[in-house]
């Protein structure tokens, strides 16, 4: 397999994850996405060692370890925070030294609180990707993966 066909493959992939989604909500059935997107990570590692070119380099290797670092040293930060402001929210008000609380949010369906706390997962995931999708570029530039190369 050609590196670009891979590439296509996971486009095709993402938008397949995302029709399963759909449905999944549709029906009300979390097992459908998560059994998809299982799927779907493990058929495009299996992909991934089906290609022929070369994808990663010793280089590559080395900018992606230190985005992945960068990317785990700040996102720990993000994530502890909002745990800790989860762990108030859930323990029913702010801690005994702080003025009272707001008064409660009018009554919603416990359905939708599962809801927007697993929104609240997925936007700490997107805020994650994009640490290191900034952290991938700084360091390749840094390391000049976007130069021409040697000859």
């Keep these: 397999m050609k590196r670009n066909t891979f590439y296509l493959l996971l486009g095709v992939v993402g938008l ?3 029709a399963v989604f759909w449905w999944s ?3 009300h ?9 299982v799927l779907g990570v493990i058929g495009l590692y299996l992909a991934k060692q089906r290609v022929e070119e070369v994808i990663e380099d010793e280089r590559t290797k080395v900018i992606t370890q230190q985005a992945a670092l960068r990317t785990l040293q700040v996102f720990w930060v993000v994530f502890f925070t909002m745990a800790l402001g989860g762990v108030v929210i859930g323990l029913g008000g702010p801690l005994p030294h ?3 609380p707001l008064p409660p949010p009018p009554d919603i369906p ?6 927007i706390f697993g929104g609240i997962q997925l936007a700490l995931l997107c805020v994650m990707v994009f640490l290191y999708v900034g952290f ?3 360091y390749a530039r840094k390391y000049g993966e976007w130069d021409d190369d040697e000859e």
């Design 16 to 18: 397949i994850e995302v």
């Design 25 to 27: 909500v549709e029906a």
């Design 29 to 37: 059935m979390p097992l459908y996405i998560e059994i998809a997107f």
């Design 98 to 100: 702080l003025p009272r």
């Design 110 to 115: 416990v359905g939708q609180h599962m809801g």
């Design 136 to 138: 991938r570029s700084y």
